[in-house]
């Protein structure tokens, strides 16, 4: 079996822990690489261009919810992304998956079900907890939301992201090494996809999806 990078990024050393203890039973040579916030997780995907998969928490310091799985399944999208979470309703199950995740382990799961889980996703399926029977999105204008959003590009995903977190259209460009006529093509795009007038409508947009996780 060929050698495994896995980055477990999640901010409870103790947790991280318990994800390499799984992990470090998947048969064969793995690389672990461990990331306490976002910004060394998107780091961590940025120098292991070849990670076979990441075990993301979904509350991280540096990112709210569900941008965190958005940003990085834009930024990385050849790269398999498994949302570990104690909020493990339904309902957060299904819209992780919406959204691009190849996974969702609860953090209540025992160690030899999240490498069950591990082994599912690097075998190129969906992993969810046993429990999850499937759910319907109950709320319209949410289903709707994400179906504008999963009409993005992965670069107007980034840039939304980034209009996200302030950074000017000029400051967007450098950041892409693209022009900042380039970018307001994206917003532009951007404001179309979402039905909205401005980029802070977009952004408000945005913080819908994680608000809703946190109800």
Known sequence: MAALTIIIAD?????????????DGIEGRVTIVEAGDFDDARKAAADHCDA??????????GVSGFSGLMSLRAEFYGLPIVIVSATDDPTTIHRAIELGASGFISKS?????IRNSIRTVL??????PESYKGAQEQDPDMAELITRLRTLTPQQNRVLNMLREGLLNKQIAYELGVSEATIKAHVSAILLKLKV???TQAVIQLSKINMALVA
């Open 52 to 61: 076979d998969l990441m075990l993301l928490d979904l509350a991280m310091p």
């Open 197 to 199: 007038d401005s980029r």
């Open 123 to 128: 075998e190129g399926d969906i992993a969810t």
């Open 11 to 23: 901010d409870h050393p103790l947790f991280r822990g318990a994800l390499r203890q799984a992990v």
């Open 109 to 113: 799961s025992g160690i030899e079900d």
